[in-house]
C-alpha cells in the first residue's frame, strides 16, 4: 500500500521574511545577540591590535613574497572590498535568515581571528607596503603607528570569503569568490600578509559560517 507523506515533510521551510522575522521571538533574540557582541568586539580591537603591534613576533621565511616584487595596491583593494560588502549588503537585507547567519559567522570569525593574532605573534614580511584603509584606520585603529603585525589569518580575505558563502549558491557567490581570489593576490602584491595568512582565511571562513549555521538556525 503507497504511503503518504504530509506536505510539511516534502515541501521546504520557507524563509523568513523581514514582516515575519520582526515577530518571531528566536529571531530578534539572536540578531539582538549578534548585534551587541559585533558592538563588543568594534570596541575591544583598537586596544587589542595595539597589543598585537607592541610584542615581538616571529619572522616566518616566504619564498612566493621573495620572489614577488612589492607595489601599493591599497586603491584597488579596497575599491573591491567595499564593491563586495555593498553589492552582499543589497543582497542579504531583504533576507533576514541569511542575514543573520552572515552576522553570527562574522562575529565568530572576529572571535577566531582575535584568538589566532593573539596565539601566533608574528613579525610584519620583509619590505611590507602599509594597506591604507580610510575606514578602518579611522575608526578600529587607536595606535599612532601603522598596525602591521594582525596577520595570521587574512581578515581581507576571510571577509571575502564569508560573503560568497553568506549570499548561497548562484551567480553572485561565484562573482564573490572570484573577487576573493583578487583580494588575496592584491595583499600579497602589497607584502602586506605572509602567504599563510591567506591560505589560512579560506577555512576559517568556511569554519565560521558552518558554525553560525548550527548555532542560529531557526
Known amino acids: 500500500m503507497p504511503t503518504h507523506r504530509s506536505s510539511a515533510a516534502t515541501t521546504p521551510a520557507r ?5 515575519a522575522a520582526r515577530t518571531h521571538p528566536a529571531f530578534r533574540q539572536r540578531l539582538l545577540v549578534a548585534l551587541l557582541l559585533l558592538l563588543g568586539i568594534s570596541y575591544a580591537l583598537p586596544a587589542f591590535f595595539t597589543f598585537v603591534q607592541a610584542r615581538p613576533g616571529t619572522v616566518l621565511p616566504d619564498p612566493l613574497l621573495e620572489a614577488l616584487p612589492a607595489h601599493d595596491v591599497s586603491a584597488p583593494t579596497f575599491g573591491v572590498i567595499y564593491l563586495s560588502i555593498a553589492v552582499a549588503l543589497i543582497y542579504l537585507l531583504p533576507r533576514p535568515t541569511l542575514l543573520l547567519r552572515a552576522l553570527w559567522a562574522y562575529a565568530l570569525l572576529h572571535l577566531l581571528r582575535i584568538a589566532t593574532l593573539w596565539l601566533f605573534p ?7 607596503l602599509v594597506l591604507h584603509d580610510p575606514l578602518v584606520e579611522r575608526f578600529f585603529y587607536a595606535s599612532q603607528v601603522p598596525i602591521t603585525k594582525d596577520l595570521f589569518f587574512s581578515g581581507h580575505t576571510a571577509t571575502l570569503a564569508l560573503l560568497s558563502l553568506a549570499v548561497g549558491p548562484g551567480r553572485l557567490r561565484q562573482v564573490l569568490a572570484a573577487l576573493t581570489g583578487v583580494v588575496a593576490a592584491l595583499v600579497l602584491v602589497q607584502h602586506a600578509h605572509y602567504t599563510y595568512d591567506v591560505l589560512a582565511a ?17
Open 202 to 218: 579560506i577555512p576559517f571562513a568556511f569554519g565560521s559560517y558552518w558554525l553560525a549555521g548550527k548555532g542560529v538556525s531557526l
Open 15 to 19: 524563509p523568513l521574511t523581514w514582516s
Open 122 to 128: 608574528l613579525e610584519a614580511p620583509a619590505h611590507l
